[in-house]
């Protein structure tokens, strides 16, 4: 049982790049989740998805696309990416409201 | 706004060396307080659910309590295993999907 994926784990980019970060699960959890993790921020929230077709933008969102066409699929895109957005990534999902949420192992994003 | 303030920043003990770790919270009606481990680049390892003041949970050397303002996370006889950074992180009631409020985190060093 895979739990979250996450790939990459590491990727460096120069600024105005674009890239896609991925996750899966494998748990038919309905609902997921987007956070960056910085030092002396903690864990914010970017966008979420409650369902397939639905996602709404969280604390962060700026600079961000998310897209969720499959209940197992919730990838995170960077348009243009900055310096500001070199931080560690985790993608996160759980059953429904109120249930904890199972995190992945994060992707490492520098950017140059 | 939902804030949560996790003290102390890092904390140093002995093994066998008990103590507890504070979360103090406000948020406009709880759902749920989330007590969440991470080791050093790892995504975040969920430890306990708490949903109404009074409520206490447990699991091997670890003890987590709520009351209205805050929550704590007692850690009996500590090993060295148990050093990590602990996240505390709620859920309100009329909040959408399954956003979460993390502090920055108690970082939890067990010396043998």
């Known amino acids: 049982n895979a739990g979250v994926t996450q790939t990459p784990k590491f990727q460096v980019l120069k600024t105005g790049q674009s890239m896609t970060l991925q996750c899966a699960q494998d748990?038919?959890?309905?609902?997921m989740s987007w956070y960056r993790q910085d030092p002396g921020m903690g864990l914010r929230l970017i966008h979420y998805?409650?369902?397939?077709?639905?996602?709404d933008q969280g604390e962060v969102p700026n600079g961000y696309n998310v897209s969720r066409s499959t209940t197992e699929d919730f990838p995170l895109r960077l348009l243009s990416a900055a310096p500001s957005q070199t931080s560690v990534y985790f993608c996160?999902?759980?059953?429904?409201?109120?249930?904890?949420?199972?995190f992945g192992d994060g992707t490492r994003l520098s950017i140059l | 706004e939902d804030q949560v303030t996790q003290s102390p920043e890092a904390l140093r003990l002995q093994e066998g060396e008990s103590s507890s770790l504070n979360c103090s919270y406000t948020?406009?009606?709880?759902?749920?307080l989330f007590w969440y481990r991470q080791d050093p680049g790892k995504g975040p390892e969920f430890l306990f659910t708490?949903?109404?003041a009074g409520e206490e949970k447990e699991k091997e050397r670890l003890k987590a309590t709520l009351t209205k303002k805050e929550s704590f996370l007692h850690i009996t006889a500590p090993k060295p295993e148990d050093s990590a950074t602990y996240l505390c992180?709620?859920?309100?009631?009329?909040?959408?999907?399954?956003?979460?409020?993390f502090g920055e985190g108690t970082q939890l060093t067990v010396n043998p």
């Open positions: 748990m038919n959890h309905e609902y």
């Open positions: 996160a999902s759980s059953y429904s409201h109120g249930r904890p949420q199972h």
């Open positions: 998805s409650v369902g397939a077709g639905i996602t």
């Open positions: 992180a709620v859920q309100a009631q009329e909040t959408s999907g399954s956003r979460l409020t």
């Open positions: 708490l949903y109404s």
């Open positions: 948020v406009s009606g709880l759902r749920g």
